[in-house]
């Protein structure tokens, strides 16, 4: 290879590389989640809880309550140990029920309610067949 | 039954596995009859695979709950035709079903329909029958179909409600259709790269272009269906999500993509070529991938590595594969290949498509796999929002979209002064401008699209002019109008569409977006296997009623589970998606999740389109199989 058409690839792949890299640093430094589960977010200090979360955890039997005229879902989000109440508006999942592991993000709100803006539910083995 | 699918299974795995080595000995030493073997072995490898998949619906249809498969995905009261589709709703019928396909195409293109080549064949169905070892290990080892549960329970547990859907029936075999036929173009890249001669190969290259064009058409179509399943069935007013196994499926698609590009201007020896080597190898691979990473739960799950038991198989297979490929390419090398320069400005803007949708599929990739990458750059695992996806995906599909435009134009011109060069250039300053001043993504997606659209009919007016344009030019334009169409939906929804959760008692009205909305009541019906209560919804425009829908909700006796049916008023202009979220007996009260999304069916549409313009390509090419099209006539 020419000395220039090295000195042409090298700066192609350092405008284009350095583009691809900007523009990924960038959508990521705004959707960054935190992903944890209810023991680890509980035991973290409270400092780090301003950021955005995703908390997995289980729908604690007997915790959830629907509140229909404010379209709102509260649960407790329950881990091995620890254990935190969610407030959630907007669509649920068909297979939210008691006992299964679910995904929410969210903000812990100041008082100690996490308000969540998504509920995912884990995948059961059934679910599977959701082959993409 | 169940034995005899899994001696059958096993049966398999022996000829597949013997077959690569009677046809791998049989070109090495020349011998026609190790060839003839390894043929047939092939073939009996796709009878046994037919027998397990017959094994496995009779079981399915009998209901035979000892088998644990039978038990997980059927039950009594699921009506026939479901019965059949749970061949493909869990993780083993899926990948039998795969198998069996990808056997099938391979049977067809490698042993039928190509009798007399066989040293080339020989090479191509080894390379195929290494990947079936492959899944016929995980299918015997890891995911059984026919294996036995401990308890034989009464009933099964059903189909999971959410999959009784005509789109969720399809979606799998559709996509699975897409994926084995891939198999050809990479067996033909194998085989050729393993061979000196280049005569076999470019004689089975219009095959391999084919193949990749009935793949890249079903890939569509699956991943298609699926986007409207979600859409119709899980009522959160979306058809896309950015998960992984959502993801899975695109990425192949866009290196397919890449793929059939570079199959319309290939000539042997060239650059092309070896990106056409590169895109079959890589489209295949991140099929295989796509499917290690969603069934073996690798970037769900949330901490600790989950084990992927054997599906690590898949990775190894990938991984073997492209050392493969690189062994036998380096060996050419030595063995003295050279590349033909290239002629022609066509082929750069090729070179630039390809590498914009290689890049589109590479940003995914990482984006996908980020959870699993953090764990090794942060102790406190991260995962990316789906709006990384959006943001990042934005700037290369909006790209694309601009080169559908403008290069059929530079293709035949270059780059010289005219409204198409410097409009493309206008309206890509005036769509960055918009995305980053205005943040409307969705403004500057619909500002490009008007500038192609424009394009579009410029050209089309334009070959009429000059003389009757052939089926494979009118196939490829109707495809790319469908890429526009479906940019057009996909601006529309997701920009400029209104969501809304509400509570409503009996007599109650409201108002979104343009529409007025009125609660007049509860009935119940009963379904084959489930109890449906709807809202019956009067929809306004002003004072005057305009339509009825009625969202239910549907409970699903054998698996106790309620799911929600949506009711949709479709114009062309948008969809009102009504979704019944809660019901409040007593009270006469409910919640609705409300979505106006303008321009939606445009996305359903285009695809239509897509797949209308590939079957007229197929058509032509099948009818004509014309040579390498000289460059001039290379219009995108």
Redesign the interface.
């Known amino acids: 290879m020419r000395k220039g058409a090295i000195i042409k690839l090298l700066i192609g792949i350092i405008v284009i590389g350095g583009g691809i890299g900007y523009f990924m640093f960038q959508a990521m430094q705004s959707s960054w989640s935190y992903y944890y589960s209810v023991d680890e977010f509980s035991a973290a200090d409270s400092a780090a809880r301003e950021h955005s979360y995703r908390l997995a955890g289980r729908v604690k039997a007997g915790t959830i309550a629907r509140d229909l005229e404010n379209v709102t879902l509260s649960f407790t989000l329950a881990g091995s140990e620890a254990e935190l109440p969610v407030q959630y508006q907007g669509v649920v999942p068909d297979n939210f029920t008691e006992d299964r592991e679910v995904v929410v993000e969210g903000r812990l709100a100041a008082s100690g309610v996490f308000q969540a803006d998504t509920l995912m539910t884990k995948c059961e083995s059934k679910y599977q067949a959701k082959v993409k | 039954m169940w034995e005899l699918g899994r001696f059958a299974l096993r049966l398999g795995l022996c000829l597949s596995a013997y077959a690569i080595l009677a046809d791998l000995l049989g070109v090495w030493r020349n011998r026609q009859e190790l060839l003839r073997s390894g043929r047939n072995s092939t073939i009996g490898t796709l009878l046994c695979l037919t027998v397990s998949a017959v094994a496995l619906w009779v079981l399915l249809v009998r209901g035979d709950f000892a088998v644990s498969y039978v038990a ?2 059927s039950s009594r009261d699921l009506p026939l035709v479901y019965k059949l589709t749970a061949l ?4 083993s019928g ?1 990948l039998l079903l795969w198998l069996w396909l990808q056997v099938g195409f391979v049977v067809l293109a490698f042993a039928v329909w190509a009798r007399r080549r066989d040293r080339f064949c020989a090479n191509a169905r080894a390379a195929t029958n290494l990947v079936a070892v492959f899944f016929f290990v995980v299918l015997i080892f890891d995911k059984d179909p026919f294996a036995l549960s401990t308890v034989t329970p009464s009933d099964g ?1 059903g ?5 009784q859907h005509p789109a ?1 029936a399809l ?2 075999p559709t ?2 259709v897409g994926y084995a036929a891939f198999s050809i173009p990479f067996a033909w890249t194998l085989a050729s790269l393993r061979r000196k001669d280049l005569s076999e190969s470019e004689l089975f290259f219009p095959a391999a272009r084919n193949w990749s064009l009935l793949a890249w058409t079903f890939l569509t179509v ?2 298609a269906l ?1 986007a409207w399943w979600a859409y119709e069935e ?4 979306g058809y896309w999500a950015w998960d992984p ?2 993801n ?2 695109l990425m192949p698609w866009l290196t397919a993509t890449a793929l059939l590009h570079c199959a319309r201007m290939y000539r042997a020896q060239t650059k092309i070529a070896v990106w056409f080597m590169i895109l079959a190898l890589g489209t295949f691979t991140l099929c295989i991938f796509g ?1 290690f990473l ?2 073996y ?1 690798l970037v ?1 799950s ?2 600790a590595f989950p084990d992927p038991g054997l599906g690590i198989l898949f990775f190894i297979l990938v991984i073997l594969l492209w050392v493969l490929a690189g062994v036998l390419s380096l060996n050419r090398l030595r063995q003295g290949a050279v590349l033909t320069p290239l002629r022609g400005r066509g082929f750069t803007f090729l070179i630039v498509n390809n590498w914009l949708l290689v ?1 589109l599929a590479f ?1 995914i990739f ?1 984006g996908t796999l ?2 699993f990458f953090s764990r090794y750059f942060s102790d ?9 996806f959006t ?2 995906t934005a ?1 290369f599909g909006l790209a694309l979209l601009l080169l559908i435009g403008v290069c059929p134009y530079l293709l035949r011109r270059g780059l010289v002064k005219s409204w198409r060069t410097l409009g493309a250039g206008a309206v890509a300053v005036a769509a960055a401008a918009i995305w980053w001043l205005a943040h409307s993504l969705a403004l500057a997606c619909l500002v490009i699209c008007a500038f192609v659209g424009a394009n579009l009919v410029a050209d089309v007016v334009l070959r009429f002019q000059q003389r009757r344009p052939d089926a494979r030019w009118l196939g490829a334009r109707i495809v790319h109008l469908g890429v526009l169409l479906a940019f057009i939906g996909i601006a529309g929804s997701g920009g400029y569409d209104i969501e809304k ?3 409503l008692r009996q007599g109650q009205e409201v108002t979104v977006g343009s529409f007025g909305l009125r609660f007049d009541g509860l009935t119940t019906e009963r379904g084959p296997n489930f109890t449906a209560t709807s809202a019956k919804i009067s929809v306004f425009k002003g004072q005057t009623k305009i339509d009825g829908l009625s969202p239910s909700r549907a409970f699903y006796e054998s698996s106790r ?4 049916e949506v009711d949709v008023r479709r114009t062309w202009a948008g969809d009102l998606y009504l ?1 019944l ?2 019901v ?1 007996r007593g ?1 006469r ?3 609705l ?1 409300v979505h106006v999304k303008p321009l939606i069916n445009w996305i359903w549409i285009g695809t239509i389109l897509m797949v209308v313009g590939t079957a007229l390509v197929i058509f032509a090419v099948l009818r004509k199989r014309p040579a390498t099209a000289p460059i001039e006539e290379l219009e995108a």
């Not at chain 2, 899980?234 to 007013?237: A, E, K, M």
């Open positions: 997980e995905h493909w709703a869990g993780a899926s547990a189909l999971n409600p959410l999959l969720m979606h799998p996509l699975f699956g991943i699926g899980l009522g959160w007013g196994v959502e899975s499926s499917t969603t069934r739960g769900s949330v901490h890049l940003v990482v980020f959870p406190e695992p991260i995962s990316l929002k789906s709006d990384y943001k990042i700037p959760d509400i509570a589970r309620e799911t929600s979704a979220t809660q409040d009270g009260l409910i919640n999740t």
